[in-house]
């Protein structure tokens, strides 16, 4: 290549370049903030589940976070050495949360997997669902075991802004306790949010379909002064997949039972959100579907140029 040419080529990949920081600077929009969730009860490891027992279905669960690319997932009924099994196959994810028993490994856990690269933890903890919500091991009312809220504040690793994410599992037997459970963790929403208007992504199994009091309760506006949106419901593509979410690894419709969600408080948008009904050579992952939704947490931020004075 003449030195004529090759000064060409270096002025047309500076003028490329200009373009690109013009587009991105003056018309553009910041990076994005879209996330995409996942929850999903990966039912705990039970030998006597006979084919469709953790260890044969360990690969499926882990596959389904790869392959949709999730960015956090909210993850229900997890037993310690399954979550060690969960780590190990997935390095390019971090994880927070506790055993439901005692505060420590003992227990289900419900807990938060999140890209490391992606997001940096700014905050984290654990409350039980119960009468005294800083008690580990509590069970509230009539539930038949511990039940328990996995949260964590999160930031978009070079990003401004703050958002919230938190992950449950209400009780399957007590329905007092899925009423009280669904005040009691918008209560501590309420009171940790205060005026702040951070964006929220609550991830869980709900034992409740949406025509029951718990469901009711997140989605309006009574006593804690906030309702959740359900993103099934206000997703701009329409949802995707099944209408339900417990499927009992049988190759049945069970309807009504839509018990598993993503709810959303403060963002500006879900542009998509399915219940992934996926069966892999006639079997299921887990004894419940996955919902997955693609979230933009903020508003998009357009970076204006300045306006010259017409009076100049």
Known sequence: MDCRRQNL???LNIFLLFLFLVFSLGWGWLPSNRVVVLTFNIRYLNLRDGPNAWP?????????LKFHQV??????????????????????????????????RKGEFNPIFYRWERFKVIDW????????????????WDAACPRIVTWAK??????????LCLN?????????????????????????????????VLLGDFNSSPDEEPYYILTNNQKEGLAFQDAYQ??????????FTFNGFRDEVFPGQRIDYVFVLNVAAVYRCGILSVRWDGRYA????PVLAEIELFPKVSIQKPQKNKNN
């Open 56 to 64: 044969f279905r360990r690969e499926k669960v882990v596959n389904t």
């Open 125 to 140: 903890g654990t409350f039980w669902l119960a009468e005294n919500p800083d008690s580990p091991g509590q069970r509230g």
């Open 234 to 243: 206000i997703s701009r593509l329409p949802p995707y997949g099944s209408s």
């Open 9 to 11: 080529f270096f002025r």
């Open 154 to 163: 999160f930031k978009i690793v070079g990003q401004a802004g703050e958002f």
């Open 286 to 289: 887990s004894d419940h579907f």
């Open 168 to 200: 449950t599992h209400f009780d399957h037997v007590g329905e007092r306790a899925r009423r009280e459970s669904a005040h009691l963790l918008k209560k501590w929403l309420t009171h940790y949010l205060a005026d702040k208007k951070w964006p929220v």
């Open 71 to 104: 960015d956090i997932a909210g993850l229900q009924e997890v037993l310690w050495p399954q979550l060690n099994e969960l780590r190990q196959a997935l390095p390019e994810y971090s994880w927070l949360g506790v055993g439901r028993e005692d505060g420590q």
